[in-house]
C-alpha cells in the first residue's frame, strides 16, 4: 500500500503541474474529472484501494506556430495506478499531419518512452519532448514545400560531378538519437565517404568523398527532424586527371566514416557533450584546426547557437 500511495502522490503532483503549464481553455482535458478526488480519497484512507475503479487519464493539446504555419496533436494518456513505478500508456492524434509523418513521430515518441527510467514521472518530459518535435516539423514542412517548387534539376544529386571532392562540414543543434546516429553511419558508409560524425550538443559531421555521393548524404541528412541544422563549410577540390598519376586519396584527411566518441561531460537532463580539448587536438592531427572556431568560436562555446 506504502507503494501505491507514493505512487498516487507522484501521480497527482504531474497532474497538478502540466494542468498550470496548459491551462487555457480545452489544452488540458481529464478523461474522468473525478479521478482525481477518488485518487485523493485513497490517500486520505476514506476509499480502499480495491474500490477503486477509475486512473487518472487525460488529453493534452499541443500547438507550435512559426509564421503564418501551425500544427496541432493530442498527447492522450491513460496512468496505470502504479505509475510511474510502471510506464505510461499514451498514443498521439495529428489530423494535421500526412500519416507518413504521424507514425515517424509516434515511433520516436515510443522509443523516448523507453529511454525514460521507471521510477520517476516522465509524462511533462514527453510532452515538452512532442512540442520540441512539432517545432521541428514545423521546420521540416517549411523546407519541403521550398524544395516542391525548385525544377526537378535542383534535386537530383546523383547529376553532379565525380571529377571532384567535397568536404562539408556540417552543424547540429545536438545529435542525441540512437535512430539517427546509426543512420548517419551507415550512410556514411554505404556512400564511400570518409569522416565522422560526432554526437552531443552541438553534433558536428564532416563527409568528405566524390561530390555527387556528399550531395547525396547531405540531400538523406537534412531530410530528417532537426532542430537546427546547416552548412559551416564546403570545400571543394578537383581531382587530379589520370593521366597526371596522382593517388587521389592523398587528398582525404580522414579515415574512412565512422562516429566520433570522445569522453563525454555531461549537462542537464540528457544533454552531454564530447571533451572540446581533445575534439581540439582530433582536429589538428586531421589537419583542420580552424574547423575548432568556426563551430565554437575562441571560447569553445557553440557558435550561433540560439539556445
Known amino acids: ?13 504531474e497532474v497538478e503541474m502540466l494542468q498550470s503549464m496548459y491551462a487555457n481553455p480545452g489544452e488540458f482535458v481529464l478523461d474522468d474529472p473525478t479521478s482525481l478526488e477518488q485518487i485523493q480519497a485513497v ?43 510502471v510506464k505510461p500508456q499514451i498514443f498521439t492524434r495529428a489530423p494535421s499531419l500526412c500519416k507518413d509523418r504521424h507514425k515517424l513521430m ?18 511533462g518530459v514527453l510532452v515538452e519532448w512532442l512540442r520540441e518535435r512539432l517545432y521541428a516539423e514545423l521546420q521540416y514542412l517549411s523546407s519541403h514545400a521550398s524544395e516542391n517548387s525548385l525544377s526537378s534539376s535542383n534535386k537530383s544529386p546523383k547529376q553532379e560531378s565525380r571529377d571532384t571532392l567535397t568536404r562539408l562540414w556540417i552543424y547540429s543543434h545536438h545529435i542525441y538519437s540512437k535512430i539517427k546516429r546509426k543512420d548517419i553511419q551507415d550512410w556514411g558508409q554505404e556512400l564511400n565517404l ?3 560524425s560526432m554526437p552531443g550538443k552541438p553534433g558536428v559531421i564532416c563527409a568528405e568523398g566524390v561530390t555527387c555521393d556528399v550531395d547525396e548524404f547531405w540531400y ?13 563549410e564546403q570545400e571543394v577540390i578537383p581531382f587530379p586527371t589520370d593521366t597526371q598519376g596522382s593517388d587521389k586519396t592523398s ?21 552531454y557533450h564530447m571533451d572540446l580539448g581533445q575534439f581540439s587536438t582530433f582536429l589538428q592531427e586531421h589537419d583542420s584546426g580552424h574547423v575548432f572556431s568556426l563551430f565554437f568560436g ?10
Open 298 to 307: 575562441v571560447s569553445g562555446k557553440p557558435a550561433d547557437d540560439g539556445d
Open 194 to 196: 570518409r569522416g565522422f
Open 251 to 271: 587528398l582525404f584527411k580522414f579515415d574512412p566514416f565512422f562516429e566520433l566518441v570522445l569522453d563525454a561531460r555531461g549537462g542537464k537532463g540528457r544533454e
Open 106 to 123: 509516434r515511433d520516436d515518441l515510443n522509443k523516448e518512452l523507453d529511454d525514460q527510467a521507471e521510477g520517476e514521472i516522465c509524462v
Open 1 to 13: 500500500m506504502q507503494n501505491n500511495n507514493e505512487a498516487f502522490e507522484l501521480q497527482l503532483s
Open 43 to 85: 490517500l486520505a484512507g476514506h476509499v480502499s484501494l480495491e474500490n477503486l475503479y477509475t486512473r487518472i487519464g487525460f488529453t493534452v493539446k499541443i500547438a507550435v506556430e512559426n509564421d503564418s504555419k501551425s500544427i496541432s496533436v493530442e498527447f492522450v494518456c491513460q496512468l496505470p495506478h502504479e505509475y510511474p513505478f
Open 220 to 232: 538523406r541528412i537534412r531530410r530528417m527532424n532537426w532542430k537546427k541544422i546547416c552548412i559551416k
